[in-house]
């Protein structure tokens, strides 16, 4: 099969699982619904750090930092101002986008590895805040002073997230972007002597992807109604985004749902255990680094590889 | 505003505390030199140190700063089949696998203590922990006083290790060109080994020192790892006065933004500090790492 065919088939079959989804949620019970909430929401958060970490190169472990900005900013936003939710939601997810412009300075400056341990500061440091700060509810947090839409409601809109952040990344990983995105994360001096801008090119992705995180931390925000600097800024939404990407695939289009899939699935079986579970995602992340660095979906990759070298 | 006499107190505990900081932030800083790894379970093997301290207290009866050096030894015995089975398969995949590894690391370990210990909050519990001591016109806790001076001692053996050993000549050409030193006989592979225990051994010591002035939960390690992350880059990599200088200033101003903006911002002063650095004054950096 060619690479324009495989193409085709797969613009026709997206839309196409999409309106799947949407048609059948009224068939589903209250427990896929929640599930598929979940796997929506981390599918979502992994597009955005597959594009900084696989695309881009940037391996940020500041995804709580973004998706409590964006879950704060739309408590925040519903409570003190009429704004509607269908623009409270892409509001939420500019505040984060503008706290990436922010420290993008700081994190920048340094390269590779250095921007690891920045946003990992920038996470612990913004979480400290929300903590001591009495000016957004403390240790305590903030309650939704409206009733959240219905479980299939927001199962609905983390759909539409999912969606509007599936055509983003068609079109940040088709274009003529991605060739520049690429360049800059395989050599970015060699790119700059070319006339590729690296930090403009890095500073598009990094907003682009918090504007996401911080628009999936309000989603999250909004179905618990209420938020605290713990949950929302908690390391474990990194430590998820972060093992969904790598044992799903870094850098492959599949390796976020694969590995979304399986973490939650991963989840589910040992609920009552979160901390067996912890330990056993860093278990399983270790081991996919070592023998597998191109996750689920580069497993695949190779196993189709080699059926059709056989068969040719 | 409080008084002088505690603000003063408060910024000698902050000054002598940045002393234990910098052995913590010794043992990132060579990993980090020597072998290129950013070792993300630097403080869960700190935070293990913090435990091996408290049950050898409890079980044995042995002083934790007494048993320091028992301490370091157990926790490099520890971190040597980690390099083996971990790090070394990966030393030809650049830097990131490493990492992430490391990352894999600390959340098994933090999950390991917390299955093993609970998520109690315990501190070594010492006669002089708690006891004060007066210089002059401050008083300050005497384990402040012990920590900072243990740790200065220590961090200047690991500095004649480094300058005047054998051992130290080859992390030093390990350091500088790893290709190099291998082709001229340096067994990089030992020498990695060895380089990662002597950084879990520091970390594992400071952790003494810090859960003796300090209470520590299985996740306090998160912390203790930013704060020596913000030392290394203050201090610069590979540079061990640097590090030391960067680890009482980094105190002294923790301490100092405490004072000013009350307790709970004792680490965050630590953390926009971290960040302001790595904005303001990345050269340093750059240019030693650009230049292996």
């Known amino acids: 099969m060619s690479i324009a065919a495989k193409n085709h088939s797969g613009w026709l079959l997206l839309p196409l699982a999409f309106g799947l989804l949407a048609a059948l949620s009224p068939a589903l019970s209250h427990y896929a619904l929640e599930i598929g909430f979940r796997i929506l929401l981390l599918v979502t958060l992994a597009e955005a750090w597959n594009l900084l970490a696989g695309y881009g190169g940037l391996v940020s ?4 930092s973004f998706f409590g900005v964006g879950a704060y900013a739309l408590t925040g936003l519903l409570n003190l101002t009429a704004v509607p939710l269908a623009l409270a939601l892409p509001l939420a997810g500019a505040c984060a986008a503008l706290l990436a412009l922010l420290v993008s300075g700081a994190v920048f400056r340094l390269r590779g590895l250095y921007f690891t341990v920045g946003t990992l500061a920038l996470a612990e440091a913004v979480r ?23 479980l299939r409601g ?47 090119i890095k500073l598009i992705v990094f907003i682009v992807a918090s504007f996401l995180t911080g628009v999936a931390g309000a989603l999250q925000g909004l179905k618990l109604g209420a938020v605290e600097p713990y949950g929302m800024f908690g390391i474990q939404w990194t430590v998820n985004v972060l093992s969904i990407v790598i044992i799903g695939g870094q850098g492959l289009r599949a390796g976020p749902l694969a590995g979304a899939i399986f973490v939650v699935v991963l989840g589910e079986l040992l609920a009552d255990y979160p901390a067996v579970h912890l330990a056993l995602t860093g278990v399983i992340l270790i081991i996919v680094i070592r023998f597998a660095p191109q996750g689920l979906a580069g497993l695949a990759l190779r196993r189709r590889d080699a059926r059709g070298e056989r068969s040719a | 505003m409080p008084n002088l006499e505690v603000v003063a107190n408060s910024l000698v505990s902050g000054v002598l505390l940045g002393g234990v900081f910098a052995l913590t932030a010794l043992g990132l800083s060579i990993t980090l030199g020597v072998m290129r790894l950013v070792n993300l379970a630097h403080g869960e093997l700190l935070v293990g140190g913090s435990y091996l301290g408290y049950f050898l207290l409890r079980h044995t009866g042995i002083d934790p700063i007494a048993g320091l050096a028992l301490v370091g030894a157990a926790m490099a015995l520890l971190a040597l089949p980690l390099q083996w089975t971990l790090i070394a398969p990966l030393a030809a995949k650049g830097m990131e696998a490493p990492m992430i590894t490391m990352f894999g690391v600390s959340v098994i370990l933090q999950n390991l203590f917390l299955l093993a210990f609970s998520a109690d909050t315990r501190a070594i519990d010492t006669p002089y922990a708690a006891r004060a001591i007066t210089l002059g ?37 390990s350091s500088s060109d790893a290709a190099a030193a291998a082709a001229m006989g340096v067994d990089v592979r030992r020498v990695h080994a060895l380089t990662f225990a002597l950084g879990a051994a520091c970390a594992a010591m400071g952790g003494v020192l810090l859960g003796t002035a300090f209470s520590f939960t299985p996740s306090s390690g998160g912390t203790y790892l930013l704060i020596s992350f913000a030392v290394v880059v203050l201090g610069g990599i590979g540079n061990i006065f640097g590090t030391l200088v960067a680890g009482i200033v980094l105190g002294l101003l923790q301490s100092l933004g405490a004072v000013i903006f009350g307790d709970g911002y004792r ?13 303001l004054r990345p050269s340093g950096i750059v240019r030693r790492a650009g230049h292996s």
């Not at chain 1, 001591?132 to 009733?147: E, T």
């Not at chain 1, 997230?161 to 800059?184: E, G």
């Open chain 1, 61 to 64: 472990l500041g995804t709580a």
């Open chain 1, 128 to 150: 400290l805040f929300m903590i001591n700060s009495d000016s957004f509810g403390g240790a305590i947090g903030l309650f939704l002073a409206q009733d959240p839409p219905g």
């Open chain 1, 154 to 200: 927001l199962y609905l809109i983390a759909l539409a997230l999912l969606a509007f952040t599936t055509v983003l990344m068609t079109l940040a990983t088709r274009s003529r972007f991605s060739i520049l995105l690429r360049a800059v994360r395989d050599d970015e001096d060699a790119a700059a002597q070319i006339g590729v801008r690296p930090f403009r």
């Open chain 2, 137 to 173: 016109p401050v008083t300050v806790a005497e384990i402040y006083l012990i920590g900072f001076a243990v740790s200065v001692v220590i961090v200047l053996l690991v500095h004649l290790l480094i300058s005047r050993t054998p051992f130290g000549r080859e992390l030093r050409a």
């Open chain 2, 267 to 279: 680490d965050l002063v630590g953390l926009v500090l971290f960040l302001l650095a790595l904005a």
